[in-house]
């Protein structure tokens, strides 16, 4: 079936080019987004100008704030905005706009005003662009009340789960991987939307759960194939929806272990893991067998050098301890 | 007064001396109400800004869009958020515009084309740029106007919004209103240019320089920007000279202005001046106008009456609207 396996990066561009033709209301812009500038920097947006004309497809100025602000704007008038911000780390320069703006409007307004817009970043380490161009920073979106954090692990569920943030009322940041964007996978089905806020069995196991998300869901599955050889099961619960997260899957999933790793990329400290690891503890602690593991990347930069950003990233072998020391 | 050629007919000049003493008596019952004690608040007076918001608003319709800041209580009023919520949204009750989430710096009257009220100095401009950009796809004659103020013009969101504002040529009017301090400090010290108009230039927009507080002078300079913003000819950036009477926020001792200019600008207050105009003009009677102002305060104080009155929001309000569909937020 090697005809249907695509490209995330074909997949984001085939997401987009359905959301945009079901619905006149969806705007894209963003640097370079349009077909004059080549479809985006890595041609995620390729042929959108051309389909649905430069009025809705834009290449903008680099100017975050005012990128996002104009996604603010229009989403408040009923438009369904997608801009796009070319590097996770570049959010910051609009973080004003993303925190104080697009989050809080619908509280700040009693329900009033609505932004239902998506913000797509990518970001990742694994090419070598060091400190300013791989953070995940996700963490810092979803402490921010208001927001939805979604990131997809395949082809088919990042395709999915952009339309649902494309359709959803609320503010969205839509994170991509950047080394996975040339990792090929099942095409998603036509049309095919992956509700918000339910995470999804990747791989089922009954000796210990590892919650993760985005690019770690590959790693923390080569990790359980690796264990697999010792005749221990590892399940593997991807979040798709990092805030508001799916509880009821997490806790179903390591009621029945008793044993949870929780896995990203981004800076263990203060991460995401950190947060889920507490809700383990508080609502299961009778049920543990054993004290939650974290993994996550050291609080570092990401560094430049291949043999520095390899010790970086978390890798299977990482995931391997973290469920070990779950089953001493 | 500057008698233009353009002077507007009777009841424009009549709306916007209403909607001038329907902000100007706010302010002093809201300075009244928070020395009372009744209503403690965070507070920044726009009290001797009036004129501008009257003029601009004059050559609005209810469909256009405003954006405006934390001082911008005369902003709303002259765009026709109704007394009796705003009031409300002040005392924190939840029959307030917002429930009582936002509070005075962050009013929001979609209905009315109030579109957001910003606590952050600059943000009014890349939001109404958005704005903007829905009615200019959907090929709308909206405009969307954006106050802010001197200080504004000093922080990158300003310049990121003119540019793009420019570059897709936007229905959109930037309104400076030059109030000659940003927080405590003064203008000259903080701004490289005499001029903020000049700033249009650099982003090859008309940068109007206009006395703010000559209503004729605010009406004609709001109206070409308007019009041209209606006509899809682009955006246009109103450097508008005023003067805030009250300090940076309510109650600070304000020792940092100029005591000189301050009195010198509250001798020159624009309200009076207009109403003895109006009715040197023949425009107006004496008693007319009085009549006008009476009913305004009337209509003030029974706004604030109601909304002292008003129930408080319910403590599970706090967990609503967070997201399109609630979910536990504790």
């Known amino acids: 079936m090697a005809q249907n396996k695509v490209t995330t990066l074909q997949a984001i561009n085939t997401a987009l080019h359905e959301a945009m033709a079901q619905d006149d209301s969806i705007l894209v812009f963003g640097e370079d987004v349009a077909d004059p500038e080549e479809g985006g920097v890595n041609g995620a947006t390729r042929g959108l100008s051309t389909e649905f004309g430069e009025s809705r497809v834009r290449s903008t100025p680099i100017s975050e704030q005012a990128i996002i602000g104009a996604a603010i704007g229009s989403a408040m008038a009923g438009m369904r905005p997608v801009a796009e911000i070319m590097l996770m780390n570049f959010s910051t320069v609009a973080m004003d706009m993303i925190v104080n703006h697009a989050a809080k409007l619908r509280y700040m307004s009693g329900g009033q005003t609505a932004v239902p817009l998506t913000i797509r970043v990518t970001t990742g380490a694994g090419f070598g662009t060091a400190g300013q161009h791989s953070d995940y920073l996700e963490a810092w979106f979803a402490h921010t009340a208001g927001l939805k954090v979604v990131t997809g692990s395949t082809p088919a569920e990042t395709a999915g789960l952009l339309k649902a943030c494309i359709f959803d009322d609320d503010p969205c940041i839509f994170i991509e991987n950047l080394p996975a964007y040339w990792q090929k996978g099942e095409a998603p089905e036509p049309g095919q939307t992956i509700p918000l806020g339910k995470a999804r069995i990747a791989r089922e196991g009954s000796d210990v759960t590892v919650v993760t998300y985005g690019p770690q869901v590959a790693v923390a599955e080569a990790a359980a194939e690796q264990l697999a050889e010792e005749k221990i099961t590892v399940e593997v619960v991807d979040l798709r929806t990092i805030q508001p997260w799916d509880r009821d899957t997490v806790l179903n999933a390591v009621a029945k272990t008793g044993r949870a790793v929780v896995s990203h990329e981004a800076v263990r400290a203060f991460g995401v893991g950190a947060e889920i690891s507490s809700v383990i503890h508080e609502e299961l602690f009778d049920q543990l067998r054993a004290p939650v593991q974290r993994v996550g990347a050291p609080s570092t930069a990401v560094p430049y050098s291949k043999a520095l950003e390899s010790a970086f990233v978390p890798d299977a072998d990482k995931v391997v301890a973290a469920i070990r020391k779950t089953l001493k | ?330």
């Open chain 2, 1 to 330: 007064m500057n008698q233009a050629s353009s002077t507007p007919d009777k009841a424009v000049l009549i709306d916007m001396y209403r909607k001038m003493t329907l902000a100007k008596q706010n302010d002093e019952q809201a300075r009244k109400v928070i020395m009372s004690g009744k209503l403690p608040m965070i507070y920044y007076s726009p009290r001797g800004q009036e004129v501008i918001p009257a003029a601009v608003s004059v050559n609005l319709g209810a469909e256009d869009y405003i954006c405006t800041i934390y001082r911008g209580i005369h902003d709303m009023l002259a765009k026709g958020v109704p007394l009796d919520s705003l009031w409300a949204e002040l005392a924190g009750r939840a029959t307030g515009t917002c429930k009582g989430k936002g509070g005075p710096m962050h009013i929001t009257h979609p209905e009315s084309g109030c579109m957001v009220t910003t606590g952050i100095v600059g943000s009014s401009m890349p939001i109404a740029n958005g704005l903007a950009l829905a009615s200019q796809v959907r090929g709308e004659k909206r405009v969307t106007v954006a106050y802010f103020g001197d200080a504004a013009s000093n922080i990158g969101a300003f310049h990121e919004s003119l540019n793009m504002a420019s570059v897709w040529k936007l229905p959109v009017v930037f309104v400076c209103q030059n109030n000659r301090y940003g927080e405590h400090t003064r203008f000259e010290k903080a701004t490289a240019v005499e001029r903020i108009a000049d700033r249009g230039a650099a982003y090859n927009m008309p940068g109007i320089h206009v006395d703010g507080n000559d209503p004729l002078a605010m009406y004609a300079a709001a109206k070409e920007a308007v019009e041209r913003a209606r006509a899809g000819e682009g955006p246009t950036l109103i450097e508008a000279m005023t003067f805030r009477f009250y300090g940076h926020v309510f109650g600070d001792a304000d020792g940092y202005m100029d005591k000189a200019e301050k009195e010198a600008a509250m001798a020159a207050d624009p309200v009076p001046r207009y109403r003895q105009w109006l009715i040197d003009e023949g425009y107006a009677s004496d008693d007319e106008l009085t009549t006008m102002e009476d009913e305004t305060g009337k209509r003030i104080r029974a706004a604030i009456d109601g909304a002292l009155e008003a129930p408080w929001p319910d403590e599970s309000e706090l967990y609503t609207d967070v997201y399109v569909n609630d979910f536990s937020a504790a």
